[in-house]
């Protein structure tokens, strides 16, 4: 059941990026780009994600999850310095080619040859994370 | 201004959170990406079933709504490829570094009002207009084209 679950919700999901055309690099930079020719569309993107999903979490409670157990939500609310250089180098490659993890795996349906680039870095550069060693390690969002 | 439909934008907004709804509700799982991406291919093994799945289920979904409406979304082609990987090396190093992309920040932590999601969005989504800048208008415009 959790696998089906995960299957829907991803279908929703890639739907949803696709319908919301996340999926367009070239808009998601027009929307980054507010000393050009600012394009609000991911406003409106991000305030229907967000408040629909703050909303179904607050219906959700706190209980169980229907079939996968306790629910696995971070726990930290520190602010530490990978926190910090984490989101800015992924706020570096987001800005560069327009392209954040969902959208450019979603993009890969487009059959294009720019989508493919894009995630066999992002592949490259998790894998490259999870061999590093290193000190603690964080909670995953 | 770019031409703009502020309705499919929000409905996908509305989509996507009905997603990360259903993940938490039905299995537990927070609906962040790059926290599913780098799981399968960090931890191989049954808890894996279920991040490829949801990945399919991505793939899937888009391909459903290009095949609805084949016009929405045109392909971009073209761009330097040497600025594609570093980008995907910084978002997959980035992303795993600080525990989350858009989505898992972004959207689920936003939405749990995690002040270390809202930190991380804020950081992100500054330095990504920065970055915007430039290479669009400042000291480096021209070097991605």
Known sequence: MNGLIALVAGVLFGFGLDLARMTDPERVLGFLDIAGTWDPTLVFVLAGAVVTTTIGFRLIGRGDSWFGGPMRLPQRSDIDRPLLLGAALFGAGWGLAGYCPGPGVAALVQGAADPFWFVGGLVLGMIIFARTPRRGSGATA | ?145
Do not use: K, N, Y
Not at chain 2, 36 to 44: E, F, H, M, N
Not at chain 2, 55 to 78: I, K, N, Y
Not at chain 2, 109 to 127: D, E, I, N, Q
């Open chain 2, 1 to 145: 201004m770019a031409e703009f439909d502020w309705f499919s934008a929000l409905a996908g907004g509305v989509m996507i959170g009905l997603a990360a709804t259903l993940l938490l509700a039905g299995s537990g799982r927070i609906a962040g990406i790059s926290g599913i991406l780098g799981g399968v291919l960090q931890r191989p093994g049954g808890d894996a079933l279920w991040r490829w799945l949801f990945l399919a289920g991505l793939l899937a979904g888009a391909a459903f709504h290009q095949w609805l409406d084949p016009t929405a979304v045109e392909a971009r082609t073209g761009f330097p490829v040497w600025a594609l990987l570093a980008a995907g090396l910084l978002v997959g190093i980035g992303t795993r570094l600080g525990s989350g992309c858009t989505s898992g920040h972004g959207v689920c932590g936003l939405a749990r009002f995690s002040p270390r999601s809202a930190v991380a969005t804020a950081v992100f989504v500054l330095v990504a207009v920065v970055v915007v800048w430039l290479v669009r208008h400042g000291p480096f415009a021209g070097v991605v084209t």
